[in-house]
């Protein structure tokens, strides 16, 4: 009877989950199940979620209550907790609110339809084992056409930075086959696909049969050349030489790396367990710029961690004033169950981590915003995605270093175009440009490197 269960996702956290939530329709969809974007006419209803802070799990407790509402009118309605949240919380989810009825951690995907047959046989379904070798490295995942897809080339963590809850929720490291990957972006170069980000939580320390990330990304570069190529997330410990000259050597690998430095107190980064110091990792950032001309990065800070104090603080705004980002994500510290951090003492008081965090953030503000503005009156390759969110007369595309630049929409352009623009003006988080000419990038590319 499956053929007539459908199914409403809603995906929350980071990018990993937003291609788990691929991978599990996939799952449904070869097993006759129906995808609605319609939540009133779900069967069931999954939210795939995120347990990396406390807000995370609370925002997902405030759906929970307005499904009840739902599940109160129409009692047979299945509701399931995917993703993070599930593998940290486990059985205690199930009747949270009155309305859990099923709970699949992270590795445990291949079985929800088994699990979602325990419930309509009126049991529970609960999934929630690690695995030290799942990757769905054969699961199609349900994708609808577009420009850009997010692919996971490993899953799990094994760096166990003290704040952190991902090893606990998404288990021990693993690399999918560099085979598959490749095979699935020949797949995505077929359907007209233009860009590709591999993901994992630190992509760095990708292995598959002695063949590292920069021989990943070679080997991902080379399959269409009019794909580009993004990464996340790299964590400074493994950025290798080997990873930026091959970033520099092939024109579609994106000149964009997201760094995490998390602090810039060198007390604060062992506590953290980060495995580096401000010093290395400015080095890192140094030599990157060497290496590959323009690349940006971009960051993640986190403020008040325990014992923090208002000079480790100042340390943070000076590893920001000396990178100078183009773009952070900012955090205040959240304990989390389990980890060690969690067993230190929270001594950052909320108006404390408030105050740093509002100062991080408006450094970043006025830093993106300098960068931003430095860049008027220059030529910027963009690929076209689509209309402006506020307007279909203005179209919205993205640079090589990952900004948003609008520009007025040209008949005959579309999204998955490749144009030039010349930049009239910025804000702190977005570009203003004007259309130039079309552009093949391949081409254009060996021009400005000659
Ligand atoms: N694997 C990535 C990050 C994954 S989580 C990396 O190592 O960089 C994304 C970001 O959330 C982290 O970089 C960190 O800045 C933030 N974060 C993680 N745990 C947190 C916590 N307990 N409190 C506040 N921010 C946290
Ligand atoms: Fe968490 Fe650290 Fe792993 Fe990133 S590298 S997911 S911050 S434990
Ligand atoms: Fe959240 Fe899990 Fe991603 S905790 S950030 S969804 S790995």
Redesign the pocket.
């Known amino acids: 009877m499956s053929e007539l269960h459908k199914v409403y996702i809603e995906t929350y956290g ?1 990018q990993m989950n937003l291609a788990d939530t691929e991978v599990i329709l996939g799952v449904l969809w070869n097993k006759g199940y129906q995808v609605t974007k319609n939540q009133n006419e779900a069967d069931i209803i999954l939210l795939n979620t995120c347990s ?2 406390d807000n995370a799990e609370q925002r997902i407790y405030g759906r929970l209550g307005n499904l009840k509402k739902q599940k109160n009118k129409k009692p047979e309605l299945v509701v399931g907790i995917l993703g993070c949240m599930a593998e940290r919380l486990r059985k205690n989810l199930i009747g949270s609110k009155g309305v859990v009825d099923l709970v699949v951690g992270p590795d445990e995907y291949r079985r929800i339809t088994e699990l979602i047959d325990e419930v309509y046989n009126g049991g529970k379904g609960i999934g929630v084992k690690l695995s030290r070798t799942e990757t769905y490295d054969d699961i199609i995942p349900f994708r609808e056409d577009g420009i850009s897809a997010w692919l996971s080339v490993m899953r799990g ?1 094994d ?1 166990f ?1 003290t ?4 090893p606990f929720t998404r288990g021990r490291e693993r690399s999918r086959s560099l085979d598959s990957i490749v095979n699935e972006i020949k797949l995505l170069s077929q359907r007209g696909f233009r860009e590709v980000t591999l993901l994992g ?2 992509v760095n320390s990708y292995l598959d049969n002695g063949r590292d990330f920069a021989d990943l990304l070679a080997a991902a570069a080379v399959v269409d050349k009019l794909i580009r190529i993004r990464f996340t ?3 400074p410990q493994d950025l290798s030489d080997k990873l930026l000259y091959t970033i520099a050597e092939h024109p579609n690998i994106c000149n964009y790396i ?1 760094l ?1 430095v ?1 602090s810039g107190s060198n007390r604060i980064l062992e506590l953290m367990n980060r495995t580096y110091t401000v010093e290395h990792y400015l080095e890192l950032i140094e030599k990157s710029r060497k290496i590959i001309p323009g690349v940006s990065f971009s960051t ?3 403020a008040g961690f325990p014992s923090e104090t208002y000079e480790d603080h100042l340390m943070t705004i000076d590893v920001m004033n000396k990178v100078r980002y183009d773009g952070a ?1 900012m ?6 169950e389990g ?1 060690k ?1 969690h067993k230190m003492e929270n001594d950052v008081t909320e108006e404390m981590k408030s105050k740093r965090l509002t100062e991080i953030i408006d450094l970043q503000q006025k830093i993106s915003f300098e960068i931003n503005q430095s860049t008027i009156g220059k030529e910027e390759i963009v690929l076209v995605e689509g209309y402006s969110k506020k307007s279909d007369a203005f179209m919205s595309g993205r640079t090589d270093t990952n900004k948003v630049l609008i520009f007025p929409a040209i008949d005959g352009i579309l999204p998955g175009d490749y144009v030039k623009t010349v930049i009239n003006s910025a804000t702190s988080a977005t570009l203003f440009g004007k259309y130039v000419e079309t552009v093949n990038p391949v081409k254009d590319k060996i021009q400005l490197t000659a």
Do not use: E, L, M
């Open positions: 980071c990396i802070r963590c760096k930075c704040f952190c809850v991902v939580q630190n997330t790299s964590h997201h995490p998390q993640d800070i986190i994500y955090f205040k510290y959240s304990p989390r980890t951090a």
